[in-house]
């Protein structure tokens, strides 16, 4: 039953993302994303992850998509136009893409830690938050730091493609 849910989960979690790139109206993008948020959510909770699905939940689902649609409102974004293809630009991000994966693949190769499997979470007499903080930072430190560059990379690549062209 766990095997269903998790692949329905992640299928609804997959589309609802991709839809969120597909759509031009950025309310729609919004609900997508939100939608989303809930799959994964969904998939923690099906993990017995149930601190990090309900801080998915209420952080991410709820405090900041209600800053996306605000802001989404203040600034009465509409519907995107459809521009033309750069090449030149498409071409620069998969050779980006292609050159970082390749980076990660080294260097999780290189790591002897990587071929083990991951260990599972002691059970302890602490709560659910101090086991997560002591896996995170002692035993998922690099995959943790990779998350963290792979935000960064969207950060910047948000900032790239909501930059407007001046007329």
Known sequence: MLTILFWVFSILMLTSAVAVILF???????MSLVVSFLALAA??????AFFIGI?????YAGAVMVLFLFIIMLLDLKAEARRRLNIAALS?????L??????????????????????????????????VGMSLFTGFNLPFQ???????????????????TLR
């Not at 994966?101 to 659910?128: E, I, N, Y």
């Open 24 to 30: 031009r109206n950025p309310v729609n993008s919004a």
């Open 43 to 48: 998939l923690y909770i099906t993990l017995d």
């Open 55 to 59: 801080i998915q939940i209420l952080v």
């Open 92 to 96: 620069g991000g998969i050779a980006v």
């Open 98 to 131: 292609g050159g970082f994966v390749v980076l990660v693949v080294q260097v999780v190769k290189s790591l002897p830690a990587a071929a083990q499997q991951f260990p599972r979470l002691a059970r302890t007499g602490f709560s659910d938050v101090s086991d």
């Open 146 to 164: 990779i998350v963290g560059v792979l935000l960064l990379v969207a950060t910047v690549g948000v900032v790239v493609l909501s930059r407007r």
